[in-house]
């Protein structure tokens, strides 16, 4: 069984580059670490332009930087993706020229394997 993974892995990155809160704060135009830390420790989750700068700070995928978070995110969309599914599968008179569409993404959505890279 493997370890389940950290919600983010921001500390370790900043730490192997040698950066510090401050250093990581002033390459996301923000004001000081503080921001920095509350995404490091779980206090607030960044926007989309924050992730997206993160991913160029540590020229890593957003999805390993958050990589806990990614993995939740993944299991609650196939959750609720099985559940379209069955609904429409028991929708047979009132499916319409879309139904086979949805539902080839909805099982790729359903069948995608979590990503298995680890952090050390």
């Known amino acids: ?3 389940p993974r950290l919600q983010n ?3 370790t990155h900043r730490r192997r580059f040698g950066l510090s ?6 390459l996301l135009g ?3 670490g503080t921001k920095v830390s509350r995404y490091e420790n779980l ?3 960044p926007d989309a332009v924050t992730v ?3 991913e160029i700070v540590f020229n890593q995928p957003a999805r390993e930087l958050f990589a806990g978070s990614y993995d939740a995110i993944r299991a609650s969309i196939q959750e609720r993706a099985r559940r379209m599914m069955k609904q429409l599968s028991t929708r047979t008179g009132q499916q319409d020229r879309n139904t086979p569409r949805k539902l080839q993404l909805l099982n790729a959505i359903v069948e995608a394997k979590p990503c298995t890279a ?3």
């Open 21 to 26: 809160q401050a250093d990581v704060a002033i």
């Open 43 to 45: 206090k607030r989750m």
């Open 1 to 3: 069984m493997t370890n």
């Open 52 to 54: 997206f700068a993160l």
């Open 9 to 11: 892995y921001l500390r």
């Open 30 to 32: 923000a004001a000081s």
């Open 118 to 120: 680890r952090h050390r």
